[in-house]
């Protein structure tokens, strides 16, 4: 329930209309109920708060409304065509992939929400404005709603200044970067748990037998989140042992398999059991249209892997961008060396595992992480030595059974670096910076980027 609850929230965080449209909702309930209680109270007010309301006629709150609310329906025009701009230029100048991280931005949902609030409510209390000679009853001027809605005024003004100071630093490149980094830790730390121990034995992780039955789901899509406590309920249930070969992140296909099933005993599921499990497993997997980070630890590893490739593009052309982007994903990878990747495994009451969830392992993470920019910026030699640090900071950090993703890593650079033309001092330094990760993976003797033409790397 949980994360469900986590999803949910998710899926209202990244779009732009639920606050807005909360926010449209209230002012409309202010604009109605206001005015009747302003009449009931307005003669009882004490002189020092009547000093500070409006104190104008039926025509003067009609002009002050009108104002308002023709003013705040440009400004709001101007901010939704701000945000869309800004919007294009992430997917355009960055990535698609951050788009998400625009339309989640609570400042700019809380700056659309009061634009349209002020907006509906100074209209609103428009129509409760009455002349002297107009309807029965006799003049009334909401004084306190008109207040109130001058305030609202105020405070938009002020939003807008915010506004646009606020656009102004989220279009930056590193505000963006930082974002997705922070959101990719949030995620890491709620779904993955610490290492083991050094000393402590790896848990064993059953394979299906030959006779399991394969496990499919009806839609297409990405694999957004996993009801865990819902698959150990089938399993404990069906006496059944489940795995899932696929993790949040990957992309289903209808009809095909994601995982299998079989007895916890080691015997065959009947047809008509397969059939029900099947149905009930399809139930907690949950498809969506695009990647999401409530359980998805790779999502902020792509999107800031995506920076990187755009910015390596003949269109961009911006190799600082991509320096930087690999160091944030340095520091992911870095993280992601202090959590358990393994295979996720759901236990029963008696401690008996019933669920296998397969999850990427660090090689996995660490592949996503560098492969892409090591093929894109092969041919400039800083982002090259910034690869070459992401692997030392990662040699730091990697336990021993950890060490041959590196040394795999060091490998397949230092191809890439044999593979280019580049000036014996910059060889040098690549040469200098693979000593220091082979001296912390304890490999005395390891492949070496060696000089173009016989040129000494020393």
Not at 36 to 41: C, R
Not at 382 to 410: A, C, E, K, M, T
Not at 424 to 441: D, K, M
């Amino acid at each position: 329930m949980s994360t469900w609850l986590a999803n949910t929230r998710d899926v209202f965080r990244t779009r732009l209309w639920p606050v807005p449209t909360i926010a449209v909702v209230l002012a409309l309930v202010l604009g109605v109920s206001i005015p009747g209680f302003d009449s009931a109270i307005d003669e009882r007010l004490p002189s020092t708060v009547s000093n500070w309301i409006f104190e104008g006629d039926a025509d003067a709150a009609r002009s002050l409304l009108d104002a308002i609310a023709s003013s705040l329906i440009t400004v709001t025009a101007l901010t939704f065509s701000l945000t869309v701009v800004t919007l294009q230029l992430a997917s355009s100048q960055f990535s698609p992939r951050l788009l998400r991280t625009f339309t989640r931005d609570r400042f700019v949902q809380v700056t659309l929400a009061l634009f349209l609030a002020t907006f509906t409510y100074a209209l609103t209390v428009l129509r409760a404005v009455r002349g002297s000679g107009e309807g029965q009853g006799g003049e009334l001027v909401p004084r306190v709603a008109v207040t109130l809605a001058f305030i609202l005024a105020v405070a938009s003004v002020l939003a807008l200044v915010l506004f646009l100071a606020h656009l102004t630093e989220q279009i930056r490149v590193e505000t963006m970067l930082r974002n997705v980094h922070r959101d990719a830790v949030i995620t890491m730390r709620s779904v993955l748990t610490p290492s083991a121990s050094p000393g402590d034995d790896p848990a064993f992780v059953p394979d299906a037998p030959a006779h399991a039955q394969a496990l499919s789901v009806d839609d297409d899509g990405f694999l957004t989140w996993v009801d865990h406590s819902g698959l150990l309920a089938i399993a404990v249930e069906e006496e059944a042992l489940l795995l899932l070969d696929v993790h949040p992140g990957s992309f289903l296909v209808r009809g095909t398999p994601v995982g299998s099933v079989w007895l916890a005993d080691g015997g065959r599921l009947s047809s008509e059991a397969c059939e029900r499990i099947t149905d009930r497993v399809a139930r907690c997997i949950h498809v969506g249209f695009e990647r999401t980070s409530t359980q998805d630890v790779g999502f902020g590893l792509r999107q800031l892997v995506d920076v990187a490739n755009k910015a390596l593009s003949p269109g961009i052309n911006d190799p600082t961008t991509a320096i930087h982007a690999l160091g944030h994903i340095s520091a992911l990878l870095c993280d992601l060396a202090d959590f358990d990747l393994g295979a996720a495994l759901l236990r029963d009451e008696d401690d008996r595992i019933r669920v296998v969830l397969h999850r990427p392992d660090l090689a996995s993470y660490v592949d996503l992480g560098i492969s892409q920019p090591r093929r894109y910026g092969a041919a400039d030699p800083q982002v090259l030595q910034r690869i070459f640090q992401v692997l030392l900071d990662l040699s730091h950090r990697v336990g021993p059974d950890q060490r041959s993703v590196v040394r795999d890593q060091l490998e397949r650079l230092t191809g890439t670096v044999l593979d280019q033309s580049f000036d014996a001092t910059e060889v040098a330094g690549f040469a200098a910076i693979t000593r220091q990760i082979e001296g912390n993976l304890g490999s005395p003797e390891a492949h070496r980027p060696s000089s173009p033409a016989g040129t000494p790397t020393q």
